[in-house]
């Protein structure tokens, strides 16, 4: 090992330091290359993926009622979406509000231009009337210059389950700093996977096509790929988990046998035990009252719980 994990950039860095560690971890946002949207994409669609399914649900029938709480006094708003993807359950919001003549500005707020981009392209052309103000940035640098020049109300979307792939503890430190980048009054709008059968989570991280397996070895592939490694793929297996206790989702590649893997980019070789694990994502599940208490110990007070029908998923509405 020549090089010093300081000397290293970036994506090397943090791959590097998570390889060191015992046990072993690799962060969860780095699935989300060309191949990991697709295959991210496809587990959209699984019938045992029914995350997104459930919160497309929740927004189509409770959109009137949505809208009536964003507005509450206020004539207007700015929607500041935190990691909009390909926007397509924000779309049905916005539909709704160009529909009712509603005065807002919608700004995604991403970190890669080409998605902003893209963003901006697809709602101009197919909801023409949405005034879009995308916003590249790190998502706190870009609502504190927000905060700075603060001329109407704000609600920020963070959907999807997203804040599932913190830990709890974690989970709270990010909405604690989002708290402090929005002023009093200001809305946030979340969306938390819930508790549940056991085994119906397990199966929505475990699916039977396999493309979460794929999912999450695409993370081996991309660190070939990308840092001159030589993974084997065919040597590690996906292995969820889920814990009825805490209600963390975890997954895990585990080495299949004893085996030695180099990163030529940086000059290391990594060792792995046969059946050692890496610890590649957590995706928390909440219950009602993790919620609430999250809200409270992040500087928010719950103004209501909009539900899937079947209790599968639901999206909060908390006030700052
Ligand atoms: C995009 C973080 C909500 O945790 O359910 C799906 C990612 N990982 N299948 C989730 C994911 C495996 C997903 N989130």
Not at 9 to 21: E, N, P, Y
Not at 54 to 68: G, P, R
Request: proline share 3%.
């Amino acid at each position: 090992m020549t090089q010093t994990t300081e000397a290293l950039q970036g994506f090397a860095k943090d791959i590097v330091t998570g390889l060191r560690q015992t046990p072993k971890r690799l962060p969860s946002k780095y699935f989300y290359n060309a191949e990991g949207d697709r295959l991210f994409q496809e587990i959209m669609k699984l019938d045992e993926y029914y995350l997104t399914r459930s919160e497309e649900q929740i927004i189509d029938t409770f959109k009137d009622e949505i809208l009536k709480e964003f507005l509450g006094e206020d004539e207007s708003f700015r929607l500041v979406e935190l990691g909009a993807g390909d926007g397509s359950k924000t779309k049905i919001l916005l539909e709704y509000f160009s529909n009712q003549q509603v005065s807002f500005i919608y700004s995604p707020i991403d970190i890669s231009a080409n998605v902003l981009v893209q963003l901006k392209e697809s709602v101009n052309r197919e909801l023409p009337k949405v005034n879009v103000q995308p916003i590249e940035g790190d998502y706190f640098e870009a609502l504190a210059a927000l905060k700075e020049n603060h001329l109407q109300k704000e609600v920020v979307m963070f959907l999807g389950s997203t804040i599932g792939n913190f830990s709890r503890s974690a989970g709270e430190v990010f909405l604690s700093k989002l708290s402090e980048n929005m002023s009093s009054g200001d809305l946030l709008f979340i969306g938390f996977d819930l508790m549940k059968d056991p085994r119906k989570i397990l199966s929505a991280y475990d699916d039977s096509q396999g493309v979460t397996r794929d999912f999450n070895l695409n993370l081996l592939q991309r660190i070939n790929d990308e840092l001159g490694a030589d993974f084997d793929l065919s040597k590690f297996v996906h292995y969820p988990t889920y814990d009825p206790i805490t209600g963390e989702t975890k997954s895990f590649l585990v080495s299949t046998e004893e085996q030695e893997v180099r990163l030529a980019d940086v000059d290391m070789v990594f060792r792995f035990k046969a059946w050692e694990p890496i610890h590649t994502e957590i995706s928390q599940k909440y219950s009602c009252e993790m919620i609430s208490a999250t809200a409270k110990a992040t500087g928010f007070k719950v103004v209501r719980h909009f539900n899937h029908a079947e209790g599968l998923f639901v999206d909060s509405l908390w006030e700052k």
